[in-house]
């Protein structure tokens, strides 16, 4: 392990392509898994997850002490402990098992990450996310976790691919209207694609861009497969209907975002081609639907999936999930286990041909701000606010010239102004330069009195 602050990301990402190539085969095979041989691998996997995080985790240590962990069965972990994303963040030099990388060094790379991720060291990287709760979370993966996410993320299409030939030396070129800055899980798909190794090359186009200026860009780069957030593609099919975006892809992938009816009518129609339905979080929980299946199958050979009610029970078959209670089996640097979700997933029937579990996505919807033709995607504040280490909370409101941000920061140390200039900024880059931050310190959000959630984005209209 090198303990270079800031070292290679050339060099990081050949080390992951030589991973990701040599574990493809049985990438592909996993696919069609068995529940039984699924169970098998999990519980293997577990054990060793457990026993290491115990032995180098002081968090783990702590909060597994006196509980037989000898015989853990994958298909019921509920004599574990629940991990929040707020104990993550409270505790999180004690949660991580690697000497040298500490919070101080994750926030170091964090801030320094644009276009090019910047690696904590040779074999670890490290991502940041709002999610869909708005709490800022930190997630450092080392490289067998990484592998494990781009083998699992990309074998669905790569298996498509290949039952048509061979994959060109350079790669298929996927353009991906997502975030636009590598600190996110999205927008280092560029930078890890780079030159075709793996089968895949992405262009990132950033989300937040105003959609005059993503329908040229698309335009320009004629990309064969296209993927990104719903809300996005939906607009871009009108675009393509209104004789404005060009492009002819082949296949059209939505994900970061629950893909509603609507928005699945809008993008078949306006493409014409299969559509396929991706779910990604940043802890590691992924999945895919087959082209134009509303089921969504997760990669359980990667984490252990329990759809829990509010009371942390499982729920019954035909209910959906309030809260999603993920295990990352391969993650050794930041073991996450029964780490909390708050996305809603509802269980489909099982499959014939393979093991993994089916679920329907209910809730991972940010709403948009609009300004009369102007519509501003989240992810224009959130990649501003993420990036901010003192803040732990924050929510945005919508105003007739701008956006005032109450956000939380127990520490203090926020250069209100400067922030405010960021998202201004922000919000110019998108396609509103009339409209201004205003930045607000308080103590607390307000949450839901009934659901306990906090809208992170509240529009005039509310």
């Known amino acids: 392990m090198s303990t270079t602050p800031h070292a290679p990301f050339s060099a990081f990402r050949s080390r992951l392509e030589d991973l990701v190539l040599a574990e493809r085969p049985e990438h592909l095979e996993r696919r069609t898994w068995s529940r039984d041989r699924l169970i098998a691998h999990q519980r293997a996997a577990l054990a060793d997850l457990v026993a290491h995080a115990v032995e180098h985790s002081a968090f783990h240590a702590r909060r597994l002490a006196g509980i037989d962990l000898t015989t853990l069965d994958p298909t019921d972990l509920r004599d574990l402990p629940v991990m929040t994303k707020t104990d993550l963040m409270e505790h999180f030099d004690d949660v991580l098992t690697v000497p040298g990388i500490d919070r101080a060094r994750v926030e170091a790379a964090l801030a320094a990450t644009n ?63 997502g975030a636009g800055s590598a600190v996110h899980m999205t927008g280092v798909t560029e930078p890890l694609s780079e030159g075709g190794r793996l089968g895949l090359r992405y262009t990132v186009v950033p989300a937040t861009a105003p959609i005059a200026d993503i329908v040229a860009r698309l335009n320009a780069l004629a990309p064969p497969l296209l993927a990104g957030y719903p809300s996005i593609l939906a607009r871009l099919a009108d675009e393509r209907a209104a004789g404005r975006l060009e492009i002819t892809p082949l296949a059209v992938t939505a994900t970061s975002e629950p893909l509603g009816p609507d928005a699945r009518t809008r993008i078949s129609a306006g493409f014409g081609v299969p559509l396929v339905n991706g779910y990604a979080t940043t802890e590691g929980l992924q999945g895919m639907s087959a082209p134009d299946d509303e089921a969504i199958v997760l990669a359980e050979d990667g984490c252990i999936v329990e759809l829990v009610g509010a009371d942390g029970t499982p729920v019954e078959p035909g209910t959906p999930s309030a809260r999603v209670l993920v295990t990352t089996l391969r993650n050794r640097a930041q073991p996450l286990i029964r780490y909390e979700l708050t996305d ?38 959130r990649s501003v606010l993420v990036t901010e280490p003192g803040i732990v909370e924050y929510q945005v409101h919508q105003h007739p010239d701008g956006v005032v941000v109450d956000v939380v920061a127990p520490s203090g140390d926020i250069d209100g102004d400067a922030l405010a200039d960021r998202l201004s900024a922000a919000l110019a880059g998108a396609g509103a330069p009339a409209r201004t931050a205003e930045i607000r310190s308080v103590e607390t959000i307000a949450r839901h009195p009934v659901t306990g959630k906090v809208r992170r984005f509240v529009p005039l209209a509310a």
């Open 115 to 177: 276009g090019t991720p910047v690696p904590l060291t040779g074999d670890h990287l490290a991502f940041t996310s709002g999610g869909s709760s708005g709490v800022r979370g930190m997630f450092v993966y080392d490289l067998p976790a990484l592998a494990q996410f781009v083998g699992a993320f990309s074998r669905n299409l790569l298996a498509r691919l290949l039952s048509f030939g061979d994959l060109p030396p350079d790669g298929v070129a996927v353009a991906y209207v």
């Open 344 to 381: 809603r997933l509802l269980a489909l029937p099982a499959a014939p041909d393979h093991g993994h579990l089916r679920v329907a996505v209910h809730g991972r919807d940010d709403e948009h701000l609009r300004w009369g033709d102007v519509e501003i995607h989240p992810l224009a504040f």
